[in-house]
T-cell receptor
Framework: NAGVTQTPKFQVLKTGQSMTLQCAQDMNHEYMSWYRQDPGMGLRLIHYSVGAGITDQGEVPNGYNVSRSTTEDFPLRLLSAAPSQTSVYFC??????????????FGPGTRLLVL | AQTVTQSQPEMSVQEAETVTLSCTYDTSESDYYLFWYKQPPSRQMILVIRQEAYKQQNATENRFSVNFQKAAKSFSLKISDSQLGDAAMYFCAFPFGNEKLTFGTGTRLTIIP
């Protein structure tokens, strides 16, 4: 049982490049989320999904795209990378809503550096 | 505004002593959950403890307990018998609305041997 996996672990991009951060979970969780973590700002929600085919915006969605074609996968796309997107990105999943007290399980994170 | 505030960016405690990390939040809801997550140097986020607002009794998980004061909108985490492995960033979190789990800015806890 791998839990939540993220690839790559580290990536360097040039401004304007695009890339996809991969996230997969093998726990059959309906809920999946993407967060970014910046120094002094905690974790901020980018996008989330409550099931396959359903996505919604979080607190900081600009510059990011998501889709959810399967229960297992929830990729995050950077359309045109900017230095402001330098951050550590975490994917998380849960079987039910956090509003119902459900634990979120986090991946190990992807460190992204945009030059 | 829906906010989660951790006013202590850094805390330190002597090994085996007790430390309390503070968290306040703002909500108009009456029934909700609150969470404390831990992020050790490995960066892996792990749930420490959760509290349901309508329960009178403070949640406890081994050496970790909360002091939940609903009227004051305060949700502190107490760590007893601190161990070196407790050194980490600790985040308070509140699920505002549909799935929008909001985290505080975190408290970095250092354990002094």
């Amino acid at each position: 049982n791998a839990g939540v996996t993220q690839t790559p672990k580290f990536q360097v991009l040039k401004t304007g490049q695009s890339m996809t951060l991969q996230c997969a979970q093998d726990m059959n969780h309906e809920y999946m989320s993407w967060y970014r973590q910046d120094p002094g700002m905690g974790l901020r929600l980018i996008h989330y999904s409550v099931g396959a085919g359903i996505t919604d915006q979080g607190e900081v969605p600009n510059g990011y795209n998501v889709s959810r074609s399967t229960t297992e996968d929830f990729p995050l796309r950077l359309l045109s990378a900017a230095p402001s997107q330098t951050s550590v990105y975490f994917c998380a999943s849960s079987s039910h809503s956090s509003t119902g007290g459900e634990t979120q399980y986090f991946g190990p994170g992807t460190r992204l550096l945009v030059l | 505004a829906q906010t989660v505030t951790q006013s202590q960016p850094e805390m330190s405690v002597q090994e085996a002593e007790t430390v309390t990390l503070s968290c306040t939040y703002d909500t108009s809801e009456s029934d909700y959950y609150l969470f404390w997550y831990k992020q050790p140097p490995s960066r892996q986020m792990i749930l420490v403890i959760r509290q349901e607002a309508y329960k009178q009794q403070n949640a406890t998980e081994n050496r970790f307990s909360v002091n939940f004061q609903k009227a004051a909108k305060s949700f502190s985490l107490k760590i007893s018998d601190s161990q070196l492995g407790d050194a980490a960033m600790y985040f308070c979190a509140f699920p505002f609305g549909n799935e929008k789990l909001t985290f505080g800015t975190g408290t970095r806890l250092t354990i002094i041997p």
